[in-house]
């Protein structure tokens, strides 16, 4: 596609429930990111996948978030018993690989009531 | 860890003023430098990226500069647009870039005034 998306574009949940965020990255791009953004602040980085390896995740807050990329190519992010903490803007962001800069997608908002 | 700090919080200016932003990081390690543009409700853009091994970069109205001596890193647009008002974020990562987690700055609201 023409750039990063992500659906859905927002999600209300209410706390104790899971909820799964799906990214689409640009086609072929092989390093894919989630970052997580709270309200006023700068994206913080969640984890990092290279094809289907997730090589780095050691930003995720807890076991309670989990991600995935089966084939390599779309990645889900799920957040089980979600609290109300965890409510943030979460933006998946994919790039070519070495050296190339990063195309972030418009991010889904999570609200946790 | 690395941590970058970015200053001011909030900017305003006249259409046509010139804007600069800042950020300092603290891992001397760090050699990829980038800076986005978020709009409301949209992702981060990037607008600008430097490596260590540059120290100036310049694309049209907007240039970074990089000190690596004192860790500093700072944008500067010039004659400002109302259209240029949004939250811009720097950023530093270790690494290509792209497979190395970018930490991100607290933004700086910009506001031109028209």
């Known amino acids: 596609g023409a750039g990063v998306s992500q659906s859905p574009r927002y999600k209300v949940a209410k706390r104790g429930q899971d909820v799964a965020l799906r990214c689409d990255p640009i086609s072929g791009h092989v390093s894919l990111f989630w970052y997580q953004q709270a309200l006023g602040q700068g994206p913080e980085f969640l984890t990092y996948?290279?094809?289907?390896?997730?090589?780095?995740k050691s930003g995720l807050p807890s076991d309670r978030f989990f991600a995935e990329r089966p084939e390599g190519s779309v990645s889900t992010l799920k957040i089980q018993r979600t609290q109300q903490e965890d409510s943030a803007v979460y933006l998946c962001?994919?790039?070519?690989?070495?050296?190339?800069?990063?195309?972030f997608g418009s991010g889904t908002r999570l609200t946790v009531v | 860890g690395e941590n970058v700090e970015q200053h001011p919080s909030t900017l305003s200016v006249q259409e046509g003023d010139s804007a600069v932003i800042k950020c300092t990081y603290s891992?001397?390690?760090?050699?990829?430098f980038p800076w986005y543009k978020q709009e409301l409700g949209k992702g981060p853009q990037l607008i600008i990226d430097?490596?260590?091994?540059?120290g100036e970069k310049k694309d049209q109205r907007i240039a970074v500069t990089l000190n690596k001596t004192a860790k500093h890193f700072s944008l500067h647009i010039t004659e400002t647009q109302p259209e240029d008002s949004a939250v811009y974020f720097c950023a530093a990562s270790k690494g290509g870039g792209a497979t190395n987690k970018l930490i991100f700055g607290t933004g700086t609201l910009l506001a031109v005034q028209p």
């Open positions: 962001a994919s790039s070519l690989g070495t050296g190339s800069g990063y195309t």
């Open positions: 996948f290279q094809n289907e390896a997730q090589l780095d």
């Open positions: 430097i490596r260590s091994n540059v």
């Open positions: 891992d001397s390690a760090s050699n990829y």
